[in-house]
């Protein structure tokens, strides 16, 4: 959240329109319940602003590939395997084909697959009750 909220917070150097975007893309991901439609948000958002903020989507990039993953069904019917998202592409679809590819080359059998991406499930740590917002934080 703090990578999204400096952004913001540069006066002159996001317009108005990426400001709601940045927005939107911050309670998406502090809601940690819709990846699909993240990632989605994220990856329009790159390809409007990465290019004059590049260290900030860098950042972005990492702690979303640490917090993302493919759920590949063979068909969809069959128990999902769970791969780490590489955000290569500038857009799901590309991505999307990408996982597909990585659950081809680890030797998985695509009859019909089926791809959705998920976030992570939070981990505690010893003693601690859930809490999402602590880790989004980190962002």
Not at 96 to 114: E, H, I, K, M, Q
Request: hydrophobic share 45%.
């Amino acid at each position: 959240m703090e990578v999204i909220d400096e952004l913001i917070s540069q006066a002159g150097t996001v317009s108005a329109d990426e400001v709601d975007h940045l927005l939107e893309l911050r309670w998406k991901l502090r809601q940690y319940d819709d990846a699909e439609g993240a990632l989605k948000l994220f990856c329009e958002v790159r390809l409007r602003m990465e290019q004059r903020h590049y260290l900030a989507f860098f950042r972005m990039r990492r702690w979303l590939e640490n917090h993302l993953l493919a759920s590949v069904s063979i068909c969809p019917e069959a128990k999902p395997q769970l791969l780490p998202v590489k955000l290569d592409h500038y857009c799901v679809e590309a991505i999307r084909r990408a996982s597909l590819c990585l659950a081809l080359r680890r030797g998985y059998v695509l009859l019909a697959p089926r791809l959705r991406f998920m976030f992570r499930e939070v981990e505690l740590t010893k003693g601690s009750a859930p809490s999402r917002s602590l880790e989004l934080a980190e962002l």
